[in-house]
């Protein structure tokens, strides 16, 4: 059996974190075992689905390289093929016809709730379906009034649910067209979908989609039903206060191969291993080892996640990653030694926006801050430059241990410490304080550029 798994996004906005580790789960999972991944859109909301939203989505599956096997299928572009099951079912009378008027339902329900029982459709047009002059009719379907639903959550363990507990859901609407759930299994047979990974807000849709399968003479999937994943502090993560957006990570520096790094530890481990690559990733994943309780976010492990993976980039990669930023700075990059800068400045941050800054300061000193200017800049510190500029322009071979020994003689014969020679050196040079060790930017700005920045 060829495992085939699908992601099913709404496209209602972007791609949020959470869907994109239900993505991750359900790509790993097929391609753990050889299988497809399939990418279904789930536009059926007119009022809310946009164009934007499917570009975006599929834009942020790109960015995280998550591809798909199959698809983009639109569900909008399925109708015909929703309308025949439709009809098929009316003919197998596992679904019928119900004129019954919204005033009627509600007069319905208020006598079921005197009565104190469960509101639920009466089936009073399954007994006794007649066309009524100028109604259209909706579809329910005909779901089983006796025994229970059960299936074995593949996160979540056994769940049961009675049959009657649920009601003959709509499947057609009055202007035919179809409903979500509806759609939802038509697809998932359609698309022969093994295994079902998706959010746990869609548990109580199951046993409806399970019972519409089997109706269909469809066979049933197996079901992961993934937790939320909450914030820090234990709340729900929301639009106005966390970044939920796949692509706001891209913005705050984050790498694709650290971000999938970190989502897939939320529910999911590998004994104590915290950071991994993509292959290895789905070399370990099964579905059977998800965790039930909610994940938190913690943005700090992330960060740290970040910077195991940054350090671990070819530095030809890297530069690739941060070479728009640095070309749109003006910044030439084979005007100085690229490889040695990445090579010293890629373990000192955790995002890419900081490697960039760290990169451009070789090429384009800082603008030094009022407060180091006061601090570091003195008179006494400015005739330390004067004398050291002389003596590094006798230098007869530019070399970082013959800068070192320099570095060396030099504050000896001065009487001073290292960091009054390496604050304001640092300083004139880059524009800040906070640069690799001194000796080694003097060796990769090279001589003219360190005597010029001195003058
Ligand atoms: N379209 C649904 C959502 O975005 C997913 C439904 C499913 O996976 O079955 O939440």
Redesign the pocket.
Known sequence: MTIRT?????P?GFLHIG?AR?ALFSWAYARHNNGKFVLRV?DTDVERSTQESVDSIIHAMEWLGLGYDEGPFFQMQRMERYKQVIQQMLDAGTAYYCYCSKEELDIMREEQKARGDKPRYDRRCLHNSQPREGVKPVVRFKNPTDGSVVWDDLVKGRIEIANSELDDLIIARSDGTPT?NFC?VVD?WDMGITH????D??VN?TPR?INILKALGAPVPLYAHLPMILRDDGQKMSKRRDPVSVMQYKDMGILPEALLNYLSRLCWGHGDDEVFTIEQFVEWFKLNNISPSPARFDMKKLFWVNAQHIKALANDKLLALIAPELARRGINVAQLDINAILDLVKTRGDNLNTITNEVAYFYQPQVVSDEDATKHLTADALGVLGKFATALDALSEWSLDNIKALIKEFCATEGIKMPQLGMPLRLKLCGTTQTPSFDAVLNILGKDNVLSRLQ
């Open positions: 699908r992601f099913a996004p709404s209602t869907g239900t789930e979500y939802v998932d079902v990974t998706r959010g807000d869609h849709n989609q």
